[in-house]
């Protein structure tokens, strides 16, 4: 069981640190942040783009590199469940379940194998062991679960009410400065003399 659990949790924290590392700095074939942020902006309607990136690119490595080395292992499981949740709802849900149709299977399967680590505990070759706790319980699972997909749905419907208050205020049409009372009648164009201002030049 300890070489089980080990396995598992390097992976999948491995594998969710190297997709957040993908975003922040553009390793491993990734897009880096400008990348990924103007296509959560343009494509996913999150705004600001950037900051959203950043976010998921943390939540995914530190998340993930908390799962690899199981210390904190909740919180770990909790921040990189929420950007699978966030992906499912904004990309994957329209087209079902099937990895093979662009659907929501690898992100459930992920976020199963994040629940199982936290309900069973990371193993004793981890650093919550080191610290006396192997094992978090079905308690801490379902709650880390709850929290991953709450917060997730608020980071959605806030960067879409951004999105939308920015498309708003784009849409709207600019409206000249009044002019001076003072110049009011005065020709723009004109010099203190009543002549163009060409003609005084």
């Known amino acids: 069981m300890r070489l089980g659990m080990t396995i598992l949790r390097v992976t999948v924290g491995g594998l969710f640190a190297g997709h957040g590392t993908q975003k922040l700095f553009g390793w491993f074939g990734g897009h880096g942040l400008d990348g990924t942020g103007g296509f959560f902006q343009s494509k996913l309607g999150l705004r600001p783009g950037r900051a959203h990136a950043t976010a998921a690119a943390l939540a ?10 199981g210390f ?3 919180l770990g499981a909790l921040l990189t469940s929420s950007t699978m949740a966030a992906a499912i709802r ?31 505990g990371p193993g004793r070759w981890s650093l919550d062991a080191a610290r006396g706790r192997e094992q978090w319980g079905d308690g801490w699972a379902v709650a880390q679960l709850a929290g991953a997909l709450a917060g997730s749905a608020l980071a959605v419907e ?8 920015g498309a708003t205020a784009e849409a709207e049409p600019q409206q000249a400065p009044p002019l001076d009372d003072a110049h009011a009648d005065t020709p723009a164009a004109a010099d203190r003399n009543g002549q163009p201002a060409h003609a005084a030049a």
Not at 158 to 165: F, I, S
């Open 158 to 165: 806030a960067g879409r009410r951004l999105a939308e208050r």
């Open 90 to 120: 904004l990309v994957h849900k329209r087209n079902g379940l099937w990895n093979s149709d662009g659907g929501a299977e690898y992100n459930l399967v992920l976020m199963a194998a994040a629940f199982a680590i936290t309900a069973a």
């Open 72 to 74: 904190l292992t909740p």
């Open 60 to 69: 995914e490595a530190g998340g993930g590199a908390l799962l690899a080395t």
